[in-house]
């Protein structure tokens, strides 16, 4: 295999002018949020005096984040999603400013970064989802699996950078300035991404409608000869009313295409009644419930989301890793420091070889032995006595997550329509929020109990035997593609919306003539177009929280 198969596939970046605005915003983001991160650490533990007040900031972030996330996941797939992004880092960098302020004061207040954590908990919260949900509009389906092993990049390298900078700025001028860095960094993003265009969530339009296709009473040689004439204007009517506004804001490889080989790759799948009849601006939490519906429903997400949860509750390490530097690798701080950076290591390695994932046929199965190599790896380094062997195994393990968390990302984008990117991927981000906390847990009392190297390595075998459970269990993981089922030709977007007829029975779209193709039965739009929380990849697992 050639070095270029294996590196980071840079497609994104050199095709989408959008995405290199969110690309530079995200790294810009990354690097601040790892400042504040540890300059807040330090400051808490300073006011404090104990580390029991860091972990309750810590747990105060991730309750009101949870909140946010689920908000900002209706709220992305009701307006632009652009705003939202805007109008999240304009409400993060108030938060961060005001952290400063109070550092600044002669004597800071513990009660004001309390309640600054929730502040931006929710903040951030409200914001991930759309950044998530924008992906597919900026770069295609196709390029999937290379958005997010570049957005991956980002994270992993503030992960290993911003502590080593914000140690040395604390240390200096003062955690004030490291505030003041990560506001900085807010407000060029900002401006970077005020270039962004309009990105509107599309909706679906429920079948039967007038002059859809399979209207009784239609004639197909009439709808062909209005198709001709108004497609265009038609289609660009969707297109200003959706997620992107204009023909220099779709994916290029979108843009180039016939409008038939747009409908196969970015509206990989029919869509189901319930959803194109879901009303616009209905209960939040009427919304959110269709989104938990579109988890359930699916069977590709459904699984993989199952994946991910265990192998982060039953093999998750890095509570253990003060204990482990001690008692079993003899050592102290650094070598703890050592445990935590290792796993970033090879965390960012894999993104930067992660050029293989976007051309891989079967991601699926892909994801699902990324996971199990995860439960391994910790395994391994639950029996290793020695720190030379224990740290490329933390970072094999920090590899395999990051291969595993591409394909997850790529494939939740893929398998999800538009107008539920917010809702769904708002649900991801909660559980990459939640479930690690719940692993270190799980993994802390059983501590209480036997060695640490025993939990995980009963955690890493349970991981890799419930991994393999999930996959085998799962026909549609094993067969999923990164365009969301559209070249399946096996009857996957059937079972998708419960749709029992043969998926090769849909109508032409050269005889339907309109702006709508009819798959599986139901007529869709023919161009349906897809810190803490501010982490580019949610569930980043190699640092310290």
């Known amino acids: 295999m050639r070095l270029g198969e294996i590196a980071a596939d840079t497609t994104p970046l050199r095709e989408s002018r959008e995405f290199r605005l969110l690309f530079a915003a995200s790294a810009l983001s990354m690097l601040g949020t790892a400042l504040t991160s540890v300059a807040a650490s330090i400051q808490v533990y300073d006011i404090g005096g104990s580390s029991l007040h860091v972990g309750m900031v810590n747990i105060v972030i991730a309750v009101s984040l949870c909140v946010g996330l689920l908000t900002g996941g209706v709220v992305a797939d009701r307006t632009d999603r652009r705003k939202i992004i805007l109008g999240t880092r304009a409400g993060a960098a108030v938060v961060v400013l005001a952290l400063a302020v109070n550092a600044l004061a002669d004597n800071p207040r513990l009660w004001v970064i309390y309640l600054l954590a929730v502040a931006a908990g929710l903040v951030n919260g409200l914001g991930a989802p759309a950044l998530m949900a924008v992906t597919p509009a900026l770069v295609g389906r196709k390029q999937l699996a290379a958005a997010g092993a570049l957005l991956t990049l980002t994270t992993q390298f503030g992960a290993m950078v911003g502590p080593m900078v914000a140690g040395l700025v604390a240390a200096g001028p003062g955690v004030a300035t490291c505030y003041l860095l990560d506001a900085s960094g807010f407000a060029v993003g900002a401006v970077l991404l005020w270039r962004l265009p309009e990105l509107r969530p599309e909706r679906p339009e429920p079948a039967g409608q007038a002059g859809q296709p399979g209207e009784p009473g239609a004639k197909p040689a009439e709808a062909a000869d209005a198709g001709a004439a108004e497609a265009p204007a038609a289609g660009q009517a969707d297109v200003n009313a959706g997620t992107a506004t204009a023909g220099d804001r779709l994916a290029p490889e979108v843009e180039a295409k016939a409008v038939p080989e747009v409908v196969a790759e970015v509206v990989p799948r029919a869509v189901s009644e319930d959803e194109a009849a879901e009303p616009e601006g209905s209960h939040p939490l009427h919304e959110i419930a269709a989104g938990f519906r579109h988890v359930r429903a699916d069977p590709v997400i459904r699984a993989l989301m199952l994946v991910d949860l265990l192998a982060v509750v039953l093999a998750m ?16 701080p650094i070598t703890v ?76 984008q893929a ?125 980043d697992r190699h640092q310290p929280v």
């Not at 509570?319 to 050592?331: A, K, N, R, S, W």
């Open 337 to 412: 420091g050592l445990l935590y950076s290792a796993p970033s290591v090879g965390a960012f390695l894999g993104a930067l070889t992660s050029g293989w994932t976007g051309r891989t046929t079967r991601p699926g199965v892909a994801l699902a032995a990324a996971a199990a190599g995860w439960g391994l790896a910790v395994a391994a380094f639950g029996a290793a006595e020695l720190l030379w062997l224990a740290l490329p195994l933390l970072a094999l393990a920090g590899y395999a997550d990051t291969i595993s968390e591409i394909l997850r990302r790529a494939l939740i």
């Open 317 to 332: 390490p890095f509570v253990l890793f003060p204990q482990m530097g001690e008692h079993v690798f003899d050592g102290g």
């Open 415 to 539: 398998y999800t329509p538009d107008h539920l990117q917010g809702r769904v991927g708002s649900l991801w981000l909660a559980q990459a929020t939640a479930a690690p906390s719940a692993g270190n847990a799980l993994a802390g009392v059983g501590a209480k109990l036997v060695a640490p190297g025993t939990v995980l390595m009963a955690g890493g075998v349970a991981c890799v035997a419930a991994v393999g459970a999930v996959a085998s269990g799962s026909p549609a993981l094993r067969k999923a593609t990164l365009t969301g089922g559209a070249d399946d030709g096996d009857g996957a977007a059937g079972e998708r919306t419960g749709d029992t007829r043969d998926p090769r029975d849909a109508t032409d779209f050269a005889d339907t003539g309109t702006d709508t193709v009819d798959v599986d039965g139901a007529a869709v739009p023919a161009l349906a177009i897809d810190s803490l929380a501010e982490r580019q990849d949610p569930d």
